[in-house]
């Protein structure tokens, strides 16, 4: 068992940055690839940000390519979202989730087999 807690969302205006944290307690953090999701209200959880297992390779969502940073800190067991440039439409909840294969980011939400339960981010305009 893994379990993640997510922190660091808030109220923010359009143009500004978050760094969201995920920390993880339970199992060994660095076995897992870690990501982020989010959900904004009336739409479907999406993937953001995913990093490997040992930090080498991430991806990120089109939308956010370029304003946002995923980091790991393994020794810590945290992984990290740093957001920049805040737009409107990046308003949501963002969930931390742990994968055992860093690609089940391509195949979606129900290949993540733990989830926090998210931190709301909101970005006035």
């Known amino acids: 068992q893994v379990q993640l807690v997510e922190s660091g969302g808030g109220l923010v205006q359009a143009g500004g940055s978050l760094r969201l944290s995920c920390r993880a307690s339970?199992?060994?953090?660095?076995?897992?690839?870690m990501n982020w999701f989010r959900q904004a209200p009336g739409k479907e959880r999406e993937f953001v940000a995913a990093?490997?297992?040992?930090?080498?390779?991430?991806n990120y969502a089109a939308s956010v390519k370029g304003r946002f940073t995923i980091s790991r800190l393994d020794a810590a067991n945290i992984v990290y979202l740093q957001m920049n440039g805040l737009k409107a439409e990046d308003t949501a909840v963002y969930y931390c989730?742990?994968?055992?294969?860093?690609?089940?980011?391509?195949?979606?939400?129900?290949?993540?087999?733990?989830w926090g339960k998210g931190t709301l981010v909101t970005v006035s305009s």
């Open positions: 989730a742990a994968a055992t294969v860093y690609s089940d980011f391509l195949r979606g939400t129900s290949h993540m087999v733990y």
């Open positions: 339970g199992q060994t953090f660095s076995h897992y690839a």
């Open positions: 990093i490997s297992k040992n930090g080498a390779n991430t």
